[in-house]
């Protein structure tokens, strides 16, 4: 079982940046895929961002191509979200996300989800 834990969310002003760290400890970190998710108050949870193991692979939803970018650091077992020009839309709940098969846009793709950290951008 992997355990994972998000920081960096808060407070930003619309066009703002922040960064988000997914840091994982339980199991081998360089054997899986690696995503990020957000729910949003009222509405479901969405795919964000995925990355392949070895970082070669990435792909986001339309809305945040262009503004977020995922990464990840396989020495230190961390996953990352770097979010650009952040918009009132954005606000929600982000959870870091470890595959275990399937497809990266499919939750039920997911076979262990962090606590979550809240992002919120004002306009």
């Known amino acids: 079982q992997v355990q994972l834990v998000e920081s960096g969310g808060g407070l930003v002003e619309a066009g703002g940046s922040l960064r988000l760290s997914c840091a994982a400890s339980?199991?081998?970190?360089?054997?899986?895929?690696m995503g990020w998710f957000r729910q949003a108050p009222g509405k479901e949870r969405e795919f964000v961002a995925a990355?392949?193991?070895?970082?070669?692979?990435?792909n986001y939803r339309d809305s945040v191509k262009g503004r977020f970018t995922i990464s990840r650091d396989n020495a230190k077992n961390t996953v990352y979200l770097r979010m650009n020009s952040l918009k009132p839309e954005d606000t929600a709940v982000y959870y870091c996300a470890v595959y275990y098969s399937g497809t990266w846009t499919n939750e039920r793709s997911v076979g262990s989800w962090g606590q979550g950290t809240q992002v919120t951008v004002s306009s």
């Open positions: 990355i392949s193991r070895n970082g070669a692979f990435t």
């Open positions: 339980g199991r081998i970190f360089s054997s899986d895929a």
